[in-house]
Nanobody, 116 residues
Framework: QVQLVESGGGLVQAGGSLRLSCAVS????????MGWYRQAPGQQRELVAR???????TYAESVKGRFTIFRDNAKNTVNLEMNSLKPEDTSVYYC??????????WGQGTQVTVSS
């Protein structure tokens, strides 16, 4: 059973930075996608960034150049470094692990609020 626990959300002023971290426990196999999604009130959940087991990264257009997703294999975490934050980045951020063909898992979510 894969379990995901997010941390690092909070309140920050526009232009500031936050780092989200997702601790991954359980076996995820060798083929997977790890990612961060976000969902604002009344909006659909959307992909922010993801990293594949081979290392390929994908970013939403709205965060390219500002956010960076990376894995820390020693700590078994997937992290999202968020810089130059904007009020429109305000949302609940969810960690996701998709074990390709073998299950899709979500964290409980962490709130990020960017004040103008």
């Amino acid at each position: 059973q894969v379990q995901l626990v997010e941390s690092g959300g909070g309140l920050v002023q526009a232009g500031g930075s936050l780092r989200l971290s997702c601790a991954v426990s359980g076996s995820i196999g060798r083929l997977y996608l790890m990612g961060w999604y976000r969902q604002a009130p009344g909006q659909q959940r959307e992909l922010v960034a993801r990293i594949a087991s081979g290392g390929t990264t994908t970013y939403a257009e709205s965060v390219k150049g500002r956010f960076t997703i990376f894995r820390d294999n020693a700590k078994n975490t997937v992290n999202l470094e968020m810089n130059s934050l904007k009020p429109e980045d305000t949302s609940v951020y969810y960690c996701n692990v998709n074990r390709i063909g073998a299950g899709n898992y979500w964290g409980q979510g962490t709130q990020v609020t960017v004040s103008s």
